[in-house]
């Protein structure tokens, strides 16, 4: 079983950055495909970014391409989020999950993830 802990959250203003962690525990997280996910007040849990367990493939959702860049460092059993030009419209709780997916997996949906962190809160205003 892998549990996650995400951390980094915050208040930030317009067109600032965060970086956002996820650290794990759990021998298998390196070969786990990681995702970030985000969900604001009254909306659905939507995903933002995945990356794979071989060759760091990514997937990103097209409001944070170009602006959110996930990666992960294995031997430290952590993912990162590096969010910048945040906007208003990028407030919600982030959350990271894992699954046992396939090498090059950077799954979008958020039903194939097993194991979930509690999350973060990230507010953009000014």
């Known amino acids: 079983q892998v549990q996650l802990a995400e951390s980094g959250g915050g208040l930030v203003q317009p067109g600032g950055s965060l970086n956002l962690s996820c650290a794990a525990s759990?021998?298998?997280?390196?070969?786990?495909?990681v995702g970030w996910f985000r969900q604001a007040p009254g909306k659905e849990r939507e995903f933002v970014a995945a990356i794979s367990w071989v060759g760091n493939n990514t997937r990103y959702s097209d409001s944070v391409k170009g602006r959110f860049t996930i990666s992960r460092h294995n031997a430290k059993n952590t993912v990162y989020l590096q969010m910048n030009g945040l906007k208003p419209e990028d407030t919600a709780v982030y959350y990271c999950a894992s699954r046992a997916g396939g090498y090059y997996d950077t799954s979008y949906d958020k039903r194939l993830y097993r194991n979930w962190g509690q999350g973060t809160q990230v507010t953009v205003s000014s």
């Open positions: 759990g021998s298998t997280f390196s070969r786990h495909t």
